[in-house]
Nanobody
Framework: QVQLVESGGGLVQAGGSLRLSCAAS????????MGWYRQAPGKQRELVAT??????NYADSVKGRFTISRDNAKNTVYLQMNTLKPEDTAVYYC????????????????????WGQGTQVTVSS
């Protein structure tokens, strides 16, 4: 069974940067799509960024500030977060799906089927 393990969360001041990592046991090659979601207190979980092959997509709220990437040799997906804002505070989850669906499936609200445990990101003002 494949497991996703996130790391890299923490406390940072507004304007700072963090890089989240998601290590996949068993390899990320098996996943067609991978992504990062986040859930802030009292809010619904939202999709932040996806990567499939070399194609990336971002939520409007993070476009230009966040970058998703993958290193197949290290079986790891990253989320580089720059110019962080207090509203970025949330638990960030790595997710993946081996299904050969178009990436728009997930941006229309469908969930990926494999999840990590989440890592807390807190941005202070």
């Amino acid at each position: 069974q494949v497991q996703l393990v996130e790391s890299g969360g923490g406390l940072v001041q507004a304007g700072g940067s963090l890089r989240l990592s998601c290590a996949a046991s068993g390899g990320i090659f098996r996943f067609n799509a991978m992504g990062w979601y986040r859930q802030a207190p009292g809010k619904q979980r939202e999709l932040v960024a996806t990567i499939t092959g070399l194609s990336t997509n971002y939520a409007d709220s993070v476009k230009g500030r966040f970058t998703i990437s993958r290193d197949n040799a290290k079986n790891t997906v990253y989320l580089q977060m720059n110019t962080l804002k207090p509203e970025d505070t949330a638990v960030y989850y790595c997710a993946a799906d081996p299904s050969p669906r178009d990436i728009s499936w997930y941006w229309r609200g469908r969930q990926m089927n494999t999840w990590g445990q989440g890592t807390q990101v807190t941005v202070s003002s």
